[in-house]
């Protein structure tokens, strides 16, 4: 989302915004005289706005399920997604107090807007209003132009965002820069959708495994493990795909439900209790059989996760955790290869690129 501050020094209005590469600034307003209190409120509250309508991107109705079924989880995102037409006449004419008292929103949108608008009114600058109301028309946009793929300008900040959902485009844009280096590179992560770009990186280290595992005579879903012996790497989700693509699911499946599982653990959800009850039996059976002690058994519980992403930057850990995977393959290849290495590294990546590209329909 777009963060909005207050410059004391210039009084002005300044929005800020990640780029994946650090945060960009613009001001957005030099103000008239008005108190700190009241320059306070109206960047929180323009904040505010910015945050429930980025959540509009980060949870679409699409990952929900029917918007058509009325009071349902979809039904209300693509509801709070309609309400984007409201938040220009809630800016100019917001609900204000009166003897009867206040009337509130349900809508976090539509009543982030009459904030924003309450302050104005107490302002009473039609100029700033005007321009307020332009900055919203370009976070809007900006927001629409990450729906469709477009992450230039503004949606840019969609880059350091989760979101359980595709784009074609931006799965199609991150698998030619896997092209170009299947061990990745920074454009991954300041470019791209990180949930597209690790649909991309799933397909990559399915291929990466496949080459590694045959020179060195170990199953795809084995490889991470095996070379995690060799160098320290994040084994648990690279191995998790690998094992759930060789059974058939997709790459986007398994991104999907790998990011909407955190995403939920992170608003304090537990999704598929039983599995995690099936999951912890699972360590006290192991406890048991082997005759673990009791500091070990905790030790072991104490490592478990409810989720296997970090809930709070889901889409990004995972693309990490997979390009750490398709490095895991090339320290395999390369420990069952005779050569330089950089010479290897590269005939890595020519075999990589040939087994990816013999089956371009597993993609997504």
């Not at 960047?43 to 509009?56: D, E, G, K, M, V």
């Not at 991150?174 to 949930?195: H, K, M, Q, V, W």
């Not at 649909?199 to 595992?213: K, N, T, Y």
């Not at 406890?287 to 889901?314: G, H, M, N, Q, Y």
Request: aromatic share 4%.
């Amino acid at each position: 989302m777009t963060r909005y501050a207050i410059d004391a020094d210039r009084n002005a209005l300044v929005a800020i915004w990640a780029t994946g590469r650090g945060d960009l600034a613009a001001t957005v307003a030099a103000l008239p005289p008005i108190s700190p209190d009241q320059a306070a409120s109206l960047a929180s509250n323009l904040t505010t706005l910015s945050r429930f309508q980025w959540r509009t991107y980060t949870h679409p109705a699409s990952a929900a399920g029917d918007p058509d079924i009325p009071n349902s989880e979809a039904w209300r995102r693509a509801e709070e997604r309609r309400n984007f037409k409201e938040v220009d006449a809630a800016i100019r004419t917001p609900n204000l107090p009166t003897d009867h008292g206040l009337l509130v929103s349900y809508s976090g949108v539509v009543e982030s807007a009459h904030r924003v608008g309450r302050t104005l009114h107490g302002v009473d600058d039609l100029e700033l209003r005007t321009t307020i109301l332009a900055e919203v028309a370009t976070e809007q946009a900006a927001i629409e132009s990450a729906e469709l793929g477009d992450l230039t300008g503004r949606a840019r900040q969609a880059v350091e965002l989760s979101r359980p959902d595709v784009s074609p485009a931006q799965v199609q844009a991150a698998n030619e820069l896997l092209r170009a280096d299947p061990l990745g590179s920074i454009e991954l992560f300041t470019e791209l959708d990180p949930a597209s770009a690790a649909v991309a990186a799933a397909h990559w280290l399915d291929a990466a495994a496949e080459v590694a595992g045959e020179l060195a005579g170990v199953p795809t879903v084995d490889v991470v493990v095996e070379a995690d012996d060799i160098e320290a790497l994040q084994v648990e989700t690279p191995t998790l795909m690998l094992e759930r693509l060789g059974a058939g699911e997709t790459p986007t499946d398994v991104v999907v439900d790998l990011i909407a599982e955190a995403m939920a653990v992170a608003e304090g959800h537990v999704p598929a209790p039983w599995a995690v009850v099936g999951r912890v039996a699972e360590i006290e059976e192991q406890a048991r059989k082997f005759d673990l002690d009791a500091d070990t058994r905790e030790a072991l519980l104490a490592e478990f996760r409810i989720s296997r992403l970090d809930p709070v930057r889901p889409a990004l850990d995972l693309l990490e955790d997979l390009l750490d995977g398709i490095r895991g393959c090339l320290l395999l290849y390369t420990a069952h290869s005779i050569g330089d290495a950089d010479d290897l590294e590269a005939q890595f990546a020519a075999d990589v690129r040939e087994e990816a590209d013999t089956h371009p329909e597993q993609l997504f």
